[in-house]
């Protein structure tokens, strides 16, 4: 698909059925390899990475296809041990093969992971892993060489619950002599749904969905069939959806226990969600409030995979909500402004304080006024100008204090005197248009002006409509990138 036409506006109405998680699938798809026979696996989603999965098997010798929804796969005839290069650049969960493939060969040969880029994913917890399971690993030149005669049981602590690592040691368990113990193991429903495949095909199994997984190996696995476990990434993004666009949706097949976290959140935005046997109803008739700052955290905490698109529903909030751990260009491309040492901008039509370092939320609602803004032609690359406001030391710090007794008050006068963003005492000759900018919003009647977080965003806060729509006439001349705001509300 080369694009999405989306026509917005519309409340969503309706039911859909909740595919099968990718992130069950791909792991179940490596652990075909152990039972050396025939596996059919339903609600297995039609993904870019499950294609991938299934072409790295076909690359050992495997056979795969599909039948409607249901795919069907031969791991009998498996008769190599290494990937493709090319294959394994295509995503990167497909280290998540090194564990099976050493378990039933006894040696695997891969290069390092490709994929997705949404930040660094390192393999090391799973190598170290594997090391004390007894396997020889060479890593140079970007090329896994692991072999194993003999892999063997025992208690191994994981410094970090992670998902690829906890699967990968399962996997590997299996074909291990004896008894291994995975202590701080990831919790998340994916790993139980590994488990739940692995006990299926003969393994031996428990503990999955706590901290402590235990698995008795060297047993003999065979073929079966399994039901992929339903996509709570998947259940989540239209959840978001039905809160930023309004309307009532039934996601069939969801399953709320694994979503409680995301729930929480949009129950206290001010959606009414209910869960149910069949399935999760969302409904979302008022307007939506934030809730309180949101961090990611492994199972059973906020998932970072829902992290943006809640971002994104958020934004129809009455006050701006952060994600601190986002990346900055994650937020930028969703319209927040971060970085900003001022005390106050315009985010979702809504008043905020904030302070280097720190995020305030829930303050009081901006005393009535208009906003316009200003936008430049040229960008100014946040990571450059922190450089430069690190390197120096600010005049004028935000009187943050002094922001949140004057929004107390309703007193706009107070608000205004108290606008300053230390960044522009570091801005480069370059991106002194923006003094221009300040300067042309006071002679045309804004009580202040400041530049919004890292810029080059300018906006005037006036009292009066009049003046303000005057003040955008006149810009957008030079600026087309103008804009009145009403603090609460929409740009108009």
């Known amino acids: 698909m080369s694009r999405l036409l989306i026509r917005g506006g519309n409340r969503l109405q309706g039911e859909v059925t909740i595919q099968g998680a990718k992130n069950s699938v791909l792991p179940i798809l490596a652990a075909t390899i152990l039972t050396g026979g025939s596996v059919e696996l339903r609600r297995c989603p039609r993904l870019r990475d499950v294609e991938a999965s299934i072409r790295i098997l076909q690359a050992l010798g495997c056979k795969a296809g599909w039948r409607g929804d249901v795919l069907e796969v031969d791991t009998a005839g498996m008769s190599g041990c290494d990937v493709p290069d090319a294959l394994m650049r295509e995503m990167r969960s497909s280290v998540i093969f090194l564990g099976a493939i050493l378990a039933r060969c006894g040696e695997a040969v891969l290069t390092s992971p490709g994929g997705c880029e949404l930040g660094p994913r390192p393999i090391d917890l799973h190598l170290s892993g594997l090391r004390a399971l007894g396997a020889e690993i060479d890593d140079t030149d970007g090329t896994l060489h692991c072999k194993a005669a003999k892999l063997t049981g025992r208690e191994i602590v994981l410094g970090f619950p992670s998902v690829g690592t906890t699967e990968n040691l399962m996997l590997a368990a299996c074909g291990a002599e004896g008894v291994t113990v995975l202590s701080n193991a990831a919790r998340e429903p994916e790993i139980e749904d ?290 009145l705001a009403k603090p609460v509300g929409e740009l108009v």
């Not at 190996?217 to 339903?230: A, F, K, V």
């Not at 109803?281 to 995979?305: K, N, S």
Request: with cysteine.
């Open 194 to 483: 590994l488990q739940g495949f692995l006990n299926t095909c003969g393994a031996v199994i428990t503990g999955a969905g706590t901290s402590t997984v235990v698995i008795r190996g060297g047993r003999p696995l065979h073929g079966g069939t399994y039901t992929i476990l339903p996509d709570r990434i998947a259940a989540a993004t239209y959840l978001c959806g039905a809160a930023s666009a309004g309307g009532e949706v039934f996601l069939r097949d969801a399953r709320e226990e694994h979503l409680s976290a995301v729930t929480a959140v949009l129950r206290e935005a001010g959606c009414d969600v209910t869960g149910g046997s069949a399935g999760i109803v969302c409904r979302r008739t008022g307007r939506l409030t934030a809730p309180r700052p949101i961090r990611t955290a492994p199972y059973p905490g906020f998932p970072t995979d829902a992290q943006a698109i809640l971002m994104a529903a958020l934004l129809r909030c009455l006050r701006r909500q952060y994600a601190p751990e986002m990346p900055v260009e994650q937020l930028r491309a969703i319209g927040l402004t971060v970085g900003s040492d001022m005390p106050f901008c315009v985010s979702g039509g809504t008043a905020l304080a904030e302070g280097r370092g720190e995020r305030l939320t829930a303050l009081p609602a901006l005393p009535d006024c208009w906003i316009v803004l200003c936008k430049p032609e040229f960008g100014i690359p946040t990571p450059a100008l922190f450089t430069l406001a690190d390197a120096g030391t600010p005049k004028n710090r935000p009187d943050i204090d002094g922001m949140i007794r004057a929004l107390s008050a309703e007193d706009l006068g107070g608000v205004a005197a108290r606008l300053c963003n230390v960044f522009e005492e570091f801005l480069p000759e370059e991106y002194h248009e923006v003094f221009h900018i300040k300067n042309r919003l006071l002679e045309l009647g804004a009580l202040n002006a400041a530049m919004s977080g890292s810029g080059p965003t300018v906006f005037g806060i006036f009292r009066e409509k009049t003046a303000a729509k005057a003040a955008e006439t006149a810009l957008k001349q030079c600026y087309p990138q103008t804009y």
